[in-house]
């Protein structure tokens, strides 16, 4: 296995084994690899990566579950706010002794993804001159993101994930997982996503994008020693707005909020509707936690990926999946339709059919319904034992 820099927890000595000794409750841990060239042919010369575990790795490293975090998700699956993390885990439902995800059983590991803000290399981390990437942070991909995570795993020594899995985003990184390093993942769980982004979704990116690099005070990108902390944050609230749209559903935002106007304010005297002051807060509250040129640059790999790119198109590209492939898509997504999750399990031989995920809530629904979520896992975790009883 390759060599990488010692593995730390964040102000802490090395502690390499530090997954066979005990049971982390989630700090962060960091480990350093060195340069990377991207897919963009731009080299990041000191790339580190900021990861968390849950449970022990057994003797023979075969129980590892690996999660693939969503756009706005980070390292922090499940566990207190603690390391740097300001909230609970964004599955904390669903990750833990005796929960679905049994960290008594499984050793689950997730890392920030390339190009992030919570502790991997990304636009807000400093360059080799001192100063934050900012403008200068290249392109990433998808596949640039795996490559970081295959690092980690060989750091980790970690032969084969026993299973993989992730929503959105994540579950681009699942397929891309399943390509490329096809004996590395003996089984994928993909949950409202696509092998490929449509035009659709290309547009809604788009508008996301443009509200952020349209706010003057996104200064082309570097605006991190501007004065008194001011950043992008109107542009960032403003491409979260687009954003928060598609992940819910029209008829949940109908029938939760209608026509009711904002307590205390009067939409006919300049005053907002209940849903405006919902989609305010959601701005606001992503902007206090997360970097702008971050949220650009992941959402712009979401819009390069297709798995299929240099590989003789989707179709040939999800037909070399053998390994057991769980596929779920949410009926009320109009993000990430189920047609596109039905045309993965048409084309890759490793799916066994269409799970559907029921939610009103749409896109977030892989949030909220942990239950359904669980029942995934245990079902994808069941193919692989049948397909490979280690």
């Given amino acids: 296995m390759p060599e990488y820099g010692p593995l730390t927890y964040e102000g802490l000595p090395p502690a390499s084994a530090a997954w066979r000794e005990g049971d982390p ?4 841990l960091f480990v350093d690899f060195g340069e990377l060239r991207t897919e963009s042919g731009v080299v990041l010369p000191d790339v580190r990566v900021a990861y968390e575990t ?24 499940t566990g207190p706010a603690t390391s740097g993390h300001r909230t609970a885990g964004w599955w904390d439902g669903l990750v833990g002794s005796g929960r679905d995800i049994d960290t008594d059983e499984w050793f689950v590991v997730c890392a920030n993804v390339l190009g992030g803000c919570q502790g991997t290399t990304g636009p807000s981390s400093l360059a080799p001159d001192g100063q934050p990437w900012g403008s200068r942070f290249p392109v990433v991909t998808v596949g640039d993101m795996v490559e970081v995570e295959h690092r980690l795993m060989d750091a980790l020594g970690i032969a084969s994930w026993a299973l993989m899995f992730g929503p959105s985003l994540g579950g681009m990184r699942v397929l891309e997982w399943m390509v490329r390093y096809p004996d590395r993942v003996r089984g994928g769980l993909v949950l409202g996503s696509t092998g490929a982004v449509t035009a659709d979704q290309l547009g809604t990116h788009a508008a996301q ?3 952020i690099e349209l706010d ?3 200064r082309g990108g570097d605006y991190y020693d501007a004065p008194d902390g001011e950043g992008p ?12 749209l598609t992940y819910r559903s029209e008829t949940e935002l109908d029938l939760r909020f209608g026509r009711e106007p904002q307590a205390g304010e009067d939409p006919y005297d300049g005053g907002r509707f209940a849903v405006e002051s919902y989609l305010d807060h959601h701005a606001d509250k992503l902007a206090r936690r997360f970097d702008a040129n971050t949220y650009i640059a992941l959402t ?6 297709d798995v299929g790119r240099g590989r003789g198109g989707t179709a040939a590209a999800l037909g070399r999946i053998s390994a057991p492939l769980t596929v779920v898509g949410i009926d009320s997504d109009r993000l990430f339709p189920v047609r596109l999750q039905q045309e993965i399990v048409d084309l890759a031989p ?21 239950e359904q979520v669980g029942v995934f896992f245990d079902h994808a975790l069941n193919r692989v034992r049948r397909s490979d009883p280690r």
Avoid at 300 to 305: K, N, T, V, W
């Fill in 216 to 218: 003057p005070a996104y």
């Fill in 209 to 211: 994008i443009a509200a």
């Fill in 233 to 244: 944050h109107a542009g960032m609230g403003v491409a979260r707005m687009i954003a928060h």
């Fill in 350 to 370: 490793g799916a066994d059919y269409l799970h559907i995920l029921h939610s009103p809530y749409g896109h977030d629904g892989f949030l909220v319904e942990d």
């Fill in 54 to 77: 849950w449970g022990r790795l057994n003797d023979d490293a075969s129980n590892a579950v690996y999660i693939c975090h969503a756009l706005t998700g980070d390292s922090h699956v």
């Fill in 300 to 305: 712009r790999a979401m819009s390069l990926f």
């Fill in 25 to 28: 409750v989630g700090d962060r």
